[in-house]
T-cell receptor, first 107, second 115 residues
Framework: AQRVTQPEKLLSVFKGAPVELKCNYS??????LFWYVQYSRQRLQLLLR??SRESIKGFTADLNKGETSFHLKKPFAQEEDSAMYYC?????????FGPGTRLSVLP | GAVVSQHPSWVICKSGTSVKIECRSL??????MFWYRQFPKQSLMLMAT?????????EQGVEKDKFLINHASLTLSTLTVTSAHPEDSSFYIC???????????FGDGTRLSIL
């Protein structure tokens, strides 16, 4: 079955430090992968998708088909990046979310 | 663009009553809508996938007769929690998309409190 795993439930880093949120997936076809973010008391919102290859709020994510990974990275974390981050896989009409990683950026 | 409206945002009701939650795509037609449940500080739990004009596909362990889903048009899906009990209290979130490999867009969620 298609799965998305995010090994870290909680990740704490200091402001200015690099951050990497891990995401691995299992899917035999060509995946469509996304990162969603949920700030405190706000709705889930799309952060970025792999096909657009863009940087949003300083975040980037590269699809590595060999390692079946789609890790989210930012070179210098900011306090306002503190939120819940979800990796998601889309295939056909299905959408599968990972369990999420809570990022806490400390001052 | 791609705005999803969910209503109501918070509802409190007595045990045994039924509650309907609406999910609307305001500026696009959503062929697929998803319904999730989220417990405090936990991830989203997919309840069902709703495709316009067809029956919803429920995830294992989700009672179809308890959580009735109707996706009668390309802009509206409803979730009705029938004969609600305190254990049904939760945060319910819908998302809508164009289908295929397009991203999903989320509503603000509905906090359901059953007394």
């Amino acid at each position: 079955a298609q799965r998305v795993t995010q090994p870290e439930k909680l990740l704490s880093v200091f402001k200015g430090a690099p951050v990497e949120l891990k995401c691995n997936y299992s899917y035999s076809g060509s995946p469509e992968l996304f990162w969603y973010v949920q700030y405190s008391r706000q709705r889930l919102q799309l952060l970025l998708r792999h096909i657009s290859r863009e940087s949003i709020k300083g975040f980037t994510a590269d699809l590595n088909k060999g390692e079946t990974s789609f890790h989210l990275k930012k070179p210098f974390a900011q306090e306002e990046d503190s939120a819940m981050y979800y990796c998601a896989l889309s295939y056909g009409q299905n959408f599968v979310f990972g369990p999420g990683t809570r990022l806490s950026v400390l001052p | 663009g791609a705005v999803v409206s969910q209503h109501p945002s918070w509802v409190i009701c007595k045990s045994g009553t039924s509650v309907k939650i609406e999910c609307r795509s305001l500026d696009f037609q959503a062929t697929t809508m998803f319904w999730y449940r989220q417990f405090p500080k936990q991830s989203l739990m997919l309840m069902a996938t709703s495709n316009e004009g067809s029956k919803a596909t429920y995830e294992q362990g989700v009672e179809k007769d308890k959580f009735l889903i109707n996706h009668a048009s390309l802009t509206l899906s409803t979730l009705t929690v029938t004969s609600a009990h305190p254990e049904d209290s939760s945060f319910y979130i819908c998302s809508a998309g164009w289908g295929g490999n397009q991203p999903q867009h989320f509503g603000d969620g509905t906090r359901l409190s059953i007394l």
